[in-house]
Each structure stands twice: as C-alpha cells, then as structure tokens.
C-alpha cells in the first residue's frame, strides 16, 4: 500500500498558513476546523509544518500564552515528508522514529496532502480486515477433500 492510496480515500483538503501569521490565528484555525496540524508555505514552498505539540510547546515558553508570537518561532522548520509512492511500511517507520503525528506529501516542490498517523493506522486496519475478510470467504469454500477407498 502506496501513500496515494490513503490520499485517495482521505481525499486533499489541505490548510495552510504563512509563517509570518499570528500564532493565536493559527491555532483559532486549527480549533475551528478541528483539524491537528497546518502546512506553512511561503512563496508556495514548504517551510514548516505547525501541530498542536508546536503551539503548546509554545505557550509554555511564553509563560503561558500565544501573545504576538508568529508562526515562524514555533514551527517545525525540517519537517519529516514523503511522496504518493512513499510505501505505508516506511511511512510508519518515519512516523514513529521522529514521533511525528503529522506528514506533509510532496510532489517535488508541490504539497499534493498531509497523511496523520491515524490516516496511516486507519489504512492498516481496513487492510488487515479487507484480508480476513477474503480469508474467511476462501475458508468457507474450501473444497472437500475426497477420500479413496
């Protein structure tokens, strides 16, 4: 299983924001459409990847508010990205190495998504239980063996 295989199931709505926007909109954006992580882009490149671990890291540091902090100083500035044909085994090694929740997937310099690691564990299950099911129908007409006498 291919990252564009999740993609398509998942569908591409993507949020993104500019580094130089207030922290405090980011994170209303993120409540709002309920949604963990924003893709920065600036001058239509990925520059950083902002998830709700950034914005608390964030408001601890600035003894416990947003104030005029701007997305740019919580960022993660390298963050960890794959392709379509990135393969899901390898995805989920990413993911978990560097404990990351989120994962822009990138066509070259074209943001074409963002997979979660829930997307990813979503797309495990529904695998596994596609292959039981196809197991279990192929049990149940399991052909009679004849016996000789």
Avoid at 75 to 82: E, G
């Amino acid at each position: 299983m291919k990252v564009s295989d999740i993609l398509r199931v998942k569908g591409n709505t993507l949020f993104t924001v500019h580094p130089d926007e207030p922290l405090a909109r980011a994170a209303d954006a993120m409540a709002e459409k309920d949604i963990g992580s924003l893709v920065v882009m600036e001058l239509g490149d990925l520059v950083g990847m902002l998830t709700f671990r950034e914005v608390i890291q964030a408001v601890v540091k600035n003894g416990g508010s947003v104030g005029t902090l701007l997305v740019r100083t919580a960022m993660d500035d390298h963050p960890l990205t794959c392709t379509m044909e990135t393969d899901m085994d390898e995805v989920r090694r990413m993911m978990l190495d560097r404990h990351a929740r989120y994962m822009p997937v990138m066509d070259k310099r074209m943001l074409m998504g963002v997979i979660s690691f829930y997307d990813v564990a979503k797309a495990v299950v529904d695998s596994q239980n596609f292959e039981n099911k196809m197991l279990k129908a192929y049990i149940r007409d399991w052909p009679e063996e004849k016996t000789t006498p």
